[in-house]
Each structure stands twice: as structure tokens, then as C-alpha cells.
């Protein structure tokens, strides 16, 4: 009995594994297909496990990413869990984030919002706009949808009121963007209408020391703006272009409402009561630590006006303390002196029938001489729109300051079928050029464009959306559109002179990428 017991085999024991071991028996390729299927949080937190789970998060997220989405629900909070739970659906490590809202959600409770999912490190803006151009949460289809349009003269404090009028909306934007450092710099001021000559050195210095200091290059790649609407944006713009090479791209939204998170805390002023911010640049710059490819900004162009009768040369011009011009002209080989409103009066005609002033642009060609901080003067020409407010038997009255005695200038007036045309015409441009691999791209859109004026829906992206099936978007409808960049895409370089500013355009921000050549 005690043989035959002795002789019995005794049972194997099973080996334990633990759930760690049993993942390093993954390869890295199967690792690689589990890791790349996670949402963003649990991605994060997969990177941090060890050094071989964190080389493979990198190989995952070696290229550049944009993810956006739109949520039109009227309560915030259900609209921020459908929009982030979309945009962080994939692995991706925000290195910037751009909110858009309508004006019945507030700023502050976005920021806050954003600060809690994606914590203080990641620079962001948050602003209020006449629309918004993305991806339906709820749909998955591209949807422009439009506001009454807010401008810019409340405060950041009290710009937090919600509106009655429907303009419920978030559309979220993040991007992963490596190769590139990015920073939200603001133009600051010690009162909102306050001439901005002392603070826009230090707003320019401040873009170029930052850059410099991330960079091997000596300017940005890129530059989104963002302004107040209370200030005039115009020798903003001017100044950066004068600053920045022409390579820089800068486009933006020129009026609205904003608030804005910096990476470095010493220019998060938010609640201060010395300075105001009237203006916010998220900046684009090289980063000389990691050059994983090379990542191209693209601007393009679609215009949305006509010129309207003869050329017209200032004769008497009045500029007034509130930001406003009064001006007398002649028409170009004529001596007579025209009114306010003989001149509309004539235009009126052009247009064989009635239309009202405030339709009406006058584009302005200036040449200057311009210089910022320590930079030599130079001659810049310029185009600058300048809307038409009314005229009467003395003046004719248009927005801003800035035109001279003897300057030239036509009459502009918003036009569907120019814009059609153009519309059309960018679409077969970006279709015959070869932009590389597109990963993303930005709209600003006149708020005066979309379905009402051209009597169909989602025109305005149909450019981008045509081309690039598929590619994450983000756009806004804009009281302003700045667009500043000579491409082949806004046949600015066929032009006598250049305009950052645009009225009725819509302006594209097209990213693409190339991946670095790797040594054999």
C-alpha cells in the first residue's frame, strides 16, 4: 500500500503569473496594436508603466495630431463630457487647446473646465465667437452653424453673462504638434482703450525672446490671434508683420472675447487689476530639442467682395477721437470735390439699385513708413478696408483711423458669386498642389459669410473638407479675419500690395507634415 502510494505521480504545480508579467510576454508589436487603440487617459497612464512601455507610446505618437469636435448642446457640462470624451477617444498629448464658444456659455467656466481635464501645463485659449465650423459629436458630419454676433466691448469678467438667443456651442480643438513648442503670449494694457504704442514692443519682444529660447530659428513658424474687439487691431497686425519674417504665417479671429492659460504663470494676468490683455498670440516655434519632421503651416484664401465703380483719391480727411474717419474725394481724372453723399449717391448707382452704407467697404492703398522697437524704417504697402458708416452733405464717414490726404481708394461691396468663385477656385488649387500629409487645419470665416449669404449650407469649409476627407477641422465665423502670409494659395505675391486684414474672406490654416529622413 505504502509502494503503490509512493509509486503515485504527484501533481504538477501551476505557476502563478502576475498581470505584469504576463504583458511583457507581449512583443512590441502586439503592444504597439493594444497601446494604439487606447483613449487618451488610459494611454497616459499606459507610458508611465516602464521605460519599454514608454519607448512604444512614443512610436505611436511620433507624428503630429489635431483632434476637434463640436458639441451643440445648450448644457455646458453634458457638451464638455460628448466633446472630450471625442477628441480624447485616441492617444494623443495636447500641447495646445483652442475652445470656441457661443456667447450663452462662459468664459470662465470653460477655462476652468479645461484647466480640470487637462491640468496647468497645456496653453490654451478659450474665446467667444459669431460661430463655429467643426465635426458633429452627435452626427459625425461637418456642420457651420452661426450666431448672433457678440463683440468684444465687455470685459473678460463681466463677458461671462449667457446669452438669449440660442448661441449655445462648444467646438474643442487640441493638438499634439512634436517638433514644435508652443505658448499662449498676450499683448497687454493697462486700460482697453488705451493707445498700445508702450506694450506692443514688449508683446513682440516677448514672442521673439520665447522663440529664441525654444528655437534655432529666429521667428515662429506661426502665430493664431486672437483681440477684444475693444481695441483696434490694426497696428497689431501691422506691427507683426512688420517684425516677423514672411515666412511667419498669422491668422485669426480680430474681434471677440477671450481668456487665455500661458504655459509660464508670470503672464497669466487674468483677475489683475494693473493689466488687461487685448490681444493673445498662441505661438508656433521650432523646438531645436526634437526634430522628429518638419511641420508646415499653409495659408489660404477665399475673397468675398467686388470692387464698385472708379478709383477715388482723399482729399480732406478729419480723423476723430472715436476711432472714425470724415473724409471728402475725387474721382480719379476729375478735379470736382465730393461729398458724403454725392459719393454714395454715384455708387448707388453703379449698383443700379439701393443699398445701405453699412454693406459698403472702402479699400484703402497706403504706403508707409513703419518700424517697431529698434528696427530701421521701411516703406510698406498696404491694402486696409475701412467700412463705410454713412455719408451727408459734408463727409464721408468710414470706421478707423489711418487714411491720409492724397491716398487712393476703391469702393468694396460683399459679393456671393466672387466668393463662390473664389471658393471653387481654392478648391482646385489645393487639389493640384501638393501640400504633403495633411493632419489638420483651421477656418476663420467672416461672420457676414455662411448660409444666408450664399443661400446653401457649409460652403466655407467645403475648400478644406473637399481635399482632405476625413482631416480633423476646427473654424470659427469671425467679426475679423487676419490672414498674413505670402502663399501660392492667396495669390498674394501677384498683388501690388498686401492686406492682413480681410473683410468677407474666409481665411484657411492648412498643417501638413514630413517625416524626418532617417539615417541608414
Not at 490654451?124 to 458633429?136: A, E, I
Not at 519674417?245 to 481668456?259: A, C, H, M, N, Q
Not at 491716398?407 to 463662390?420: K, V
Request: hydrophobic letters at 40%; one cysteine or more; aromatic letters at 8%.
Amino acid at each position: 500500500m505504502d509502494e503503490a502510494s509512493s509509486s503515485t505521480p504527484k501533481p504538477k504545480q501551476l505557476k502563478t503569473t502576475t498581470s505584469g508579467e504576463m504583458f511583457s510576454l507581449l512583443n512590441d508589436d502586439l503592444l504597439h496594436h493594444i497601446l494604439a487603440r487606447l483613449p487618451a487617459p488610459s494611454f497616459a497612464a499606459a507610458a508611465c508603466v516602464s521605460k519599454s512601455w514608454s519607448h512604444v507610446c512614443t512610436l505611436i505618437l511620433s507624428r503630429p495630431k489635431l483632434a476637434s469636435a463640436l458639441s451643440l448642446n445648450p448644457n455646458l457640462q453634458v457638451a464638455w463630457e460628448e466633446i472630450t470624451q471625442k477628441v480624447l477617444a485616441e492617444p494623443i498629448r495636447p500641447h495646445f487647446i483652442i475652445a470656441n464658444v457661443g456667447s450663452g456659455a462662459r468664459l470662465i467656466a470653460v477655462h476652468n473646465l479645461i484647466l480640470e481635464k487637462f491640468g496647468s501645463g497645456v496653453p490654451f485659449v478659450v474665446s467667444v465667437v459669431g460661430g463655429v465650423l467643426g465635426r458633429d459629436v452627435a452626427t459625425c458630419e461637418i456642420k457651420e452653424v452661426q450666431w448672433d454676433y457678440v463683440s468684444g466691448d465687455v470685459s473678460e469678467e463681466e463677458g461671462d453673462v449667457p446669452a438669449e438667443d440660442g448661441s449655445y456651442g462648444v467646438l474643442l480643438t487640441v493638438g499634439f504638434v512634436p517638433g514644435l513648442k508652443v505658448e499662449a503670449i498676450p499683448l497687454l494694457s493697462t486700460s482697453a482703450y488705451e493707445h498700445q504704442n508702450v506694450f506692443m514692443d514688449a508683446f513682440l519682444a516677448d514672442i521673439k525672446d520665447y522663440t529664441a529660447s525654444v528655437s534655432d530659428c529666429r521667428a515662429p513658424v506661426g502665430i493664431i490671434m486672437f483681440g477684444d474687439g475693444c481695441n483696434n487691431m490694426r497696428p497689431v497686425v501691422d506691427a507683426l508683420d512688420y517684425a516677423m519674417p514672411k515666412e511667419t504665417i498669422i491668422v485669426g479671429d480680430e474681434k471677440g472675447r477671450f481668456l487665455y492659460k500661458s504655459e509660464n504663470e508670470s503672464r497669466n494676468i487674468y483677475g489683475s487689476a494693473k493689466f488687461i490683455s487685448v490681444a493673445v498670440a498662441l505661438v508656433f516655434a521650432r523646438d531645436k530639442e526634437n526634430s522628429c519632421g518638419d511641420i508646415q503651416f499653409h495659408i489660404a484664401l477665399s475673397e468675398g467682395v467686388s470692387t464698385v465703380g472708379p478709383k477715388h483719391k482723399a482729399v480732406s480727411v478729419r480723423a476723430t477721437t472715436s476711432d472714425s474717419t470724415w473724409l471728402t474725394a475725387r474721382r480719379e481724372g476729375n478735379r470736382e470735390i465730393l461729398d458724403g453723399q454725392r459719393i454714395l449717391d454715384d455708387i448707388n448707382d453703379e449698383l443700379q439699385d439701393h443699398t445701405d452704407s453699412s454693406d459698403l467697404y472702402i479699400g484703402v492703398k497706403k504706403r508707409r513708413s513703419i518700424s517697431t522697437g529698434s528696427k530701421k524704417r521701411r516703406l510698406v504697402t498696404s491694402l486696409d478696408f475701412h467700412g463705410v458708416t454713412g455719408g451727408d452733405e459734408e463727409y464721408l464717414y468710414v470706421n478707423d483711423v489711418g487714411i491720409k490726404t492724397g491716398d487712393y481708394f476703391h469702393f468694396y461691396r460683399p459679393d456671393p458669386q466672387t466668393a463662390l468663385s473664389s471658393s471653387a477656385d481654392l478648391s482646385v488649387s489645393l487639389k493640384n498642389v501638393n501640400l504633403g500629409e495633411v493632419f489638420g487645419g483651421f477656418i476663420f470665416a467672416c461672420c457676414g459669410r455662411g448660409e444666408s449669404f450664399f443661400g446653401r449650407v457649409n460652403v466655407d469649409s467645403s475648400p478644406f473638407v473637399e481635399n482632405f476627407p476625413g482631416v480633423p477641422l476646427g473654424g470659427v465665423f469671425c467679426g475679423g479675419e487676419i490672414g498674413r502670409g505670402s502663399s501660392m494659395l492667396t495669390k498674394e505675391a501677384q498683388k501690388d500690395c498686401k492686406c492682413n486684414l480681410h473683410v468677407y474672406s474666409t481665411i484657411y490654416l492648412v498643417l501638413s507634415y514630413t517625416p524626418a529622413v532617417l539615417d541608414h
